[in-house]
């Protein structure tokens, strides 16, 4: 029942985003290639929208600072030959000035077991140009893949298309 209340929450979020990219001009895509260090590193490829939101807030120095919200689906696995994980992954981002934070859902499986785990994420961001986070990997289901999932997640993003 919980994990069918995160999944609910998650799709309502996703819905919200989609009617939101109707309303405003400047939606983009976006292609992304992530980098994650923990005692494991991970690596993920993903595709989605950006929606830049011009000057909805006021900032001292530059007089309006845009605001970008990020939807992306993708693919995340790890780098091991011993014990290959590999899953979709669904993302949010919400980014202002310098600050970003978000959460992401994302399936991991060796192909024989898989579990469901929720991200939240903070960090910083360089304009459109790279995302640095730090997050934390929450199962949402019984954790099959505790040995060779991260818990503390340290997350580089770099854009590689941003139309």
Do not use: W
């Not at 998650?10 to 990219?21: E, I, N, Q, R, V």
């Not at 030959?81 to 600050?99: A, D, E, R």
């Not at 990997?137 to 580089?156: A, C, D, E």
Request: aromatic share 18%.
């Amino acid at each position: 029942m919980k994990l069918k209340f995160h999944v609910f929450f998650f799709l309502c979020l996703l819905t919200s985003f989609a009617g939101k990219a109707q309303i405003y001009k400047d939606c983009k895509g976006v292609i992304n290639v992530n980098f994650q260090q923990g005692y494991r590193p991970m690596g993920e490829v993903s595709a989605g929208l950006c929606l830049y939101e011009p000057g909805n807030f006021f900032g001292p120095a530059s007089g309006e600072l845009n605001t970008l919200n990020q939807v992306q689906l993708g693919a995340e696995f790890n780098f091991s030959n011993k014990h290959f994980v590999m899953g979709p992954k669904l993302t949010y981002n919400f980014s202002y000035f310098i600050v970003n934070c978000g959460a992401s859902l994302s399936y991991l499986t060796d192909l024989k077991y898989g579990t469901v785990y929720l991200n939240p994420h903070f960090g910083i961001t360089f304009n459109t140009y790279a995302d640095l986070y730090i997050g934390y990997n929450i199962p949402l289901m019984k954790n099959y893949m505790k040995p060779y999932v991260n818990h503390f997640t340290v997350t580089l993003a770099v854009p590689i298309l941003n139309r």
